[in-house]
């Protein structure tokens, strides 16, 4: 079984970055695809980013394009999020979610439903 631990979270002013970082144990990165997912109380998960088994496509939410970066090194079992120009909107907690793929290497899914295994999230506040 995958196990995902997020991390990098915290209370950061607007337009500050923070990276948060996803270690996945158990099972080699490579087979999976990633996704990062927000959420705040009352709302669904909102897709933040995802990013294929190989690392050539990536995908992002409307709302971080230009702002997120997603990447990932397979080699240290770990995913990344770049968060820069961060606005009071980007609070929430930040999912990462795993999801394997076995001949798809420039695809990852884009719905929370499709993900397979879930960590536990990292709380982000943005706020003056």
């Known amino acids: 079984q995958l196990q995902l631990v997020e991390s990098g979270g915290g209370y950061l002013p607007p337009g500050e970055s923070v990276t948060l970082s996803c270690i996945v144990s158990?099972?080699?990165?490579?087979?999976?695809?990633i996704g990062w997912f927000r959420q705040v109380p009352g709302k669904a998960h909102e897709l933040v980013a995802c990013i294929s088994r190989n690392g050539d496509a990536t995908e992002y939410g409307d709302s971080v394009k230009g702002r997120f970066i997603i990447s990932r090194d397979n080699s240290k079992n770990t995913a990344y999020l770049r968060m820069t120009s961060l606005e009071p909107e980007d609070t929430g907690v930040y999912y990462c979610?795993?999801?394997?793929?076995?001949?798809?290497?420039?695809?990852?899914?884009?719905?929370?439903?499709?993900?397979?295994?879930w960590g536990r999230g990292t709380q982000v506040t943005v706020s003056a």
């Open positions: 158990k099972l080699p990165l490579e087979y999976y695809a």
């Open positions: 979610a795993a999801k394997s793929i076995f001949d798809q290497f420039y695809y990852c899914p884009m719905f929370p439903a499709d993900y397979d295994y």
